[in-house]
């Protein structure tokens, strides 16, 4: 079962994502390149512009209504996951695990190759290269990003552990302070036990002062 979201604790980055990340994500999801080429197969099946500007507005308002729908199922489940904690929760763990499987073999590569297509088809007419020239493009597009990704990954591991590093200096640096008022406290000298002198030697000592 997947653990809530808890509080950060002192020196840990916050699990928090402001108004510009929320809206750089919903647009890269929702528009992305997509856009580029919709609009072309939207209108080869409606010859009318109010019907294709239509079909606009309606996909707007389904989007908007799959995201609210999303939010109340983020507030009823607090975990972290996504879509995968929904259909664990609705379907159960083994709906859940072949969403997993399949998110990472099928639906993520295929979002990266219809992305890449579109980026390797503008790019080839900009510089007016071949068909052929398309998958070498987009192959490299998608190393290099890839590439950039791992230098992204590494970074924040390093921070991670530097300011894990840090908060454990800091807590070893820490010494409980006294309040002026109250001066630390001393041990007392230790006295030395005093010998005993044994009764033949008390008996010898008095008859030698008379």
């Avoid at 068909?131 to 590494?154: D, M, S, W, Y």
Wanted: glycine share 10%; aromatic share 10%.
């Amino acid at each position: 079962m997947a653990e809530p979201l808890r509080a950060p604790r002192d020196g840990e980055l916050l699990r928090q994502i402001g108004l510009y990340a929320a809206t750089a994500i919903t647009v890269g999801n929702i528009i992305g390149s997509g856009i580029f080429r919709s609009p072309h197969s939207v209108a080869q099946h409606l010859h009318s512009f109010p019907v294709v500007l239509f079909a606009w507005v309606l996909g707007g308002v389904l989007s908007i209504c799959g995201s609210l729908v999303l939010t109340e199922l983020v507030v009823t489940h607090p975990h972290t996951g996504g879509l995968y904690v929904f259909i664990r929760e609705a379907f159960g763990d083994a709906f859940g695990f072949v969403f997993g499987w399949a998110n990472l073999w099928v639906i993520k590569p295929t979002v990266i190759a219809s992305i890449t297509s579109v980026f390797a088809l503008y790019f080839c007419q900009v510089l007016h290269l071949g068909k052929g020239a398309e998958f070498p493009v987009g192959a490299i597009a998608i190393l290099l990003l890839t590439f950039i990704n791992g230098l992204g990954r590494a970074r924040r591991r390093r921070h991670a552990v530097a300011v894990h590093h840090a908060q454990g200096d800091r807590d070893r640096r820490v010494v409980p302070r006294r309040l002026p008022c109250c001066p630390p406290r001393t041990r007392p000298p230790r006295r030395r036990p005093r010998r005993r002198t044994p009764p033949a030697a008390r008996s010898s000592r008095r008859s030698r002062w008379r």
